[in-house]
């Protein structure tokens, strides 16, 4: 099976930077888009960042340039460089893959557990 497996999370102050990474291990032929979502306490979980396997990269409108989502092909790896972390960012944030596990099968979606970030003073 597929896991996803994100650590980096934290409490910091407003003002602080983060740098979360995702591993995804297992059986995996390739992975196309990976992405990193966010849910904030009585919130839905909404889109952060996605970024393609030939590395283009799309944000939610919000953020204003402070996060930024980079990917390792070779080693199936996802990160997120947040800056000027503000109260509104806390959430739990979760890593998301299409993976294709075998060549010719379907792409499919598979999350992490999830990380903690707070932002308080």
């Known amino acids: 099976q597929v896991q996803l497996v994100e650590s980096g999370g934290a409490s910091v102050q407003p003002g602080g930077s983060l740098r979360l990474s995702c591993a995804a291990t297992?059986?995996?032929?390739?992975?196309?888009?990976m992405a990193w979502y966010r849910q904030a306490p009585g919130k839905e979980r909404e889109l952060v960042a996605l970024?393609?396997?030939?590395?283009?990269?799309m944000y939610a409108d919000s953020l204003k340039g402070r996060f930024t989502v980079s990917r390792d092909n070779a080693k199936n790896t996802v990160s997120l460089q947040m800056t000027r972390l503000e109260p509104e960012d806390t959430a739990v944030y979760y890593c998301?893959?299409?993976?294709?596990?075998?060549?010719?099968?379907?792409?499919?979606?598979?999350w992490g557990q999830g990380t903690e970030v707070t932002v308080s003073s």
């Open positions: 297992g059986s995996i032929f390739s992975i196309n888009t």
């Open positions: 998301n893959a299409g993976v294709r596990i075998t060549n010719g099968d379907p792409v499919r979606a598979f």
């Open positions: 970024i393609t396997r030939d590395l283009s990269t």
